[in-house]
């Protein structure tokens, strides 16, 4: 059983940044894999960033030298840097705890929190 919070939303002008932070409950979290989703209203829920448990990360294309994952075993916390905001970016976005790997893709675990809301104004 793992609980999420999601935190650091909020509201910024295109080319700000916010560092979101999601703490996770439960054992063994330094062995877990890790990732960061979006949904934006009227789309499906997407990949945008993931970290192995042994800290190789990868990128969604369009986060690609704008977001920055990263974790703190110590803190049992995800977080995910967002620079150079754009329009399109909004979104709740959400963590995911536990997924493996297929074919180098993260594949989620269906256990989700509630997510925080991201805004970019143009």
């Known amino acids: 059983q793992v609980q999420l919070v999601e935190s650091g939303g909020g509201l910024v002008q295109a080319g700000g940044s916010l560092r979101l932070s999601c703490g996770a409950s439960?054992?063994?979290?330094?062995?877990?894999?890790m990732a960061w989703y979006r949904r934006a209203p009227g789309n499906e829920r997407e990949l945008v960033a993931s970290?192995?448990?042994?800290?190789?990360?990868k990128y969604a294309d369009f986060v690609k030298g704008r977001f920055t994952i990263s974790r703190d075993n110590a803190k049992n916390t995800v977080n995910l840097q967002m620079n150079s905001l754009k329009p399109e970016d909004t979104a709740v976005y959400y963590c995911?705890?536990?997924?493996?790997?297929?074919?180098?893709?993260?594949?989620?675990?269906?256990?989700w929190g509630q997510g925080t809301q991201v805004t970019v104004s143009s």
């Open positions: 995911n705890v536990g997924g493996t790997y297929v074919s180098g893709r993260y594949i989620a675990v269906p256990r």
């Open positions: 439960g054992n063994g979290f330094s062995h877990k894999n």
């Open positions: 970290i192995h448990s042994g800290g190789t990360t």
